[in-house]
């Protein structure tokens, strides 16, 4: 089974294929393939959710733990956007991966401060526990939004005068 | 390392493609991006326009350019003048009796239940194009189809090329047909693109089809095709 790194080679791969149909004279060309995508993904979708009734329902042999444990997953959780089959809201997947960053910076900040539905933006707090806000760890939170929130188009991270670190420890040397 | 003090929010432009995940390419097949329009501007000289901005079309890229008030009346009144830009007129005639028949309907082969007709003077000859999930798909019309509808209905000879389309609806409820500016069919094709659900658009795609029918046709005279289209100041 291929890996996450190798799965982003067969996006791209997809990408390069229709962009080359749509460099083709006929336009229909790539009309054609991306109405073929979405007829697989139709009946690919048709099944994964009759796999999630049969698995996640309650009382089925995984129940709900299961559908936290394929939420958990990036790549099952991008597949059931695709599918329409998430069963979360636009909201609870943002408090999602705000929940996930927040619970490894235990005494930094992460938090939802506004979701713009209307203009697809999200507004958070991120302060990393020395009350900086490291490019790194904003560039992983924006990946994480996207994926699971591919509605958003821009993350703001908010860095305030006067940013809130109650929680925060004496300064580290 | 960025100081928290004093420093303002930073916004992101959506990542460059493989950042997103390897699905993203489907879920952008499944579904279109929506972008967002914080204040569109006019396309020829960068001022902030009004939601009900005119258009022009581009004969050469055939794109539809966004223009302002004072832009808009450079081009206004230009007629088929040759030029590369044309601006579309504010016309909306229901045509009745005087629309495509059911057997001529069938005739175009169109796989829905509406469709947009317009000459595109660039090809010389007449694109039909319907709505889909990707938004407007173009048809190949049968040879021959057009040029006897326009045989059969003298009226459709008076429509402007490039910027005026005949939009065509045709279900088991409603035969009828429309001269429209062609922005507003691709407006309407944008709008069904984002509702598009599963193989035939589905239900709020339908809802979004009766109110845009319903407005149209308070909107639009009752009158055969002729004469001079206003300039247009309507909807964009």
Same mark, same amino acid.
């Given at each position: 089974m291929t890996g996450q790194g190798d799965l982003s080679d067969v996006g791209r791969r997809i990408e390069e294929l229709l962009d080359l149909l749509g460099s083709m004279?006929?336009?229909r060309a790539r009309q054609c393939a991306e109405e073929l995508l979405r007829l697989v993904l139709d009946l690919y979708g048709a099944g994964l959710e009759r796999v999630l009734e049969l @698995?996640?329902?309650?009382?089925?042999? @995984? @129940?709900p733990a299961l559908l936290e444990r394929l939420l958990d997953d990036e790549l099952v959780s991008s597949l059931l956007l695709v599918s329409d089959?998430?069963? +979360?809201g636009l909201r609870a997947r943002v408090e999602r991966v705000l929940a996930g960053v927040s619970a490894a910076i235990p005494d930094g900040d992460a938090r939802? +401060?506004?979701?713009?539905e209307e203009h697809h933006m999200v507004r958070v707090r991120l302060l990393a526990p020395d009350g900086t806000v490291p490019e790194a760890m904003a560039a992983r939170l924006r990946k994480l939004v996207e994926q699971a929130?591919?509605?958003?188009?821009a993350v703001e991270i908010d860095r305030p005068g006067?940013?809130?670190? +109650?929680r925060r420890k004496e300064a580290v040397p | 390392m960025t100081p928290p003090e004093g420093d303002p929010g930073v916004t992101t432009p959506?990542?460059? /493609?493989g950042d997103e995940g390897p699905l993203a390419v489907l879920r952008r097949i499944r579904r279109p991006p929506v972008r967002p329009r914080p204040g569109e501007r006019c396309d020829l000289c960068d001022e902030v326009v009004p939601d009900d901005h005119s258009h022009l079309v581009d004969?050469?890229?055939?794109r539809l350019l966004c223009v302002c008030g004072p832009c808009a009346l450079l081009f206004?009144?230009?007629?088929?003048?040759?030029?590369?830009l044309r601006a579309v007129p504010d016309r909306y005639v229901e045509?009745? &009796?005087e629309g495509l028949s059911p057997a001529e309907w069938d005739g175009l082969?169109?796989?829905?239940?509406i469709a947009f007709l317009f000459v595109n003077s660039t090809l010389g000859r007449t694109i039909a194009c319907y709505p889909g999930p990707a938004g407007a798909t173009e048809s190949m019309l049968p040879l021959g189809t057009w040029e006897d509808i326009v045989a059969a209905h003298? /009226?459709?000879?008076?429509?402007?090329?490039?910027?005026?389309a005949l939009l065509v609806h045709m279900d088991r409820a409603c035969q009828e047909s429309f001269v429209v500016p062609i922005d507003v069919c691709y407006e309407l094709v944008g709008h069904l693109r984002t509702l598009w659900h599963g193989f035939d658009g589905g239900e709020p795609a339908r809802r979004h089809l009766d109110g845009f029918f319903d407005d149209l046709r308070a909107r639009a005279?009752?009158?055969?095709? &002729?004469?001079e289209g206003a300039r247009r100041v309507g909807n964009g």
């Open positions: 004279p006929d336009r @698995g996640c329902a309650e009382g089925a042999p @995984g @129940g089959l998430h069963p +979360l939802l +401060l506004e979701l713009d929130a591919p509605e958003i188009v006067t940013p809130v670190r +109650l | 959506p990542t460059a /493609a004969l050469q890229s055939r206004a009144g230009e007629g088929a003048g040759g030029r590369r045509l009745g &009796a082969e169109i796989p829905v239940s003298g /009226a459709l000879d008076a429509l402007e090329p490039d910027v005026e005279t009752v009158r055969p095709v &002729a004469g």
